[in-house]
């Protein structure tokens, strides 16, 4: 059953953050840099004013951090209770061990730089 819910919410979990980081970014910031809805550039300032725009965005953005922490929650849960466990890596692994380890034929020396012509 939580299977099937799965999808369902993965896909209002990413519409309930596109909404969220929507909204974060066009309240208006109280410190140096400025909002980008607020001022004289034009953007939201005539939507709404002063007061009941700051408590519309704060009171939406607070249920969209309920829904997107709930709908995690939830996404949590049911991953963790899978009835089957598939692996990260699907494939075959070796575990024997060689018998000895290989060396190599004969040492090889390193070789020494050339020296410059006509020195």
């Given at each position: ?54 408590n ?30 598939e ?31 006509g020195?």
């Amino acid at each position: 059953m939580i299977g099937a819910l799965v999808p369902v919410i993965l896909a209002i979990h990413v519409i309930v953050v596109v909404f969220l980081i929507g909204l974060i970014l066009t309240q208006k910031n109280e410190g140096g840099l400025g909002g980008l809805g607020g001022g004289a550039a034009g953007g939201m300032s005539g939507f709404l004013s002063g007061r009941a725009q700051a408590n519309l965005l704060t009171r939406v953005t607070r249920w969209l951090a309920v829904g997107f922490f709930g709908t995690s929650l939830f996404l949590a849960y049911a991953d963790a209770h899978r009835r089957q466990a598939e692996p990260l890596v699907t494939g075959t692994v070796s575990t024997s061990i060689p018998a000895e380890p290989v060396a190599p034929a004969e040492p090889v020396a390193p070789a020494e730089p050339a020296a410059p012509a006509g020195q």
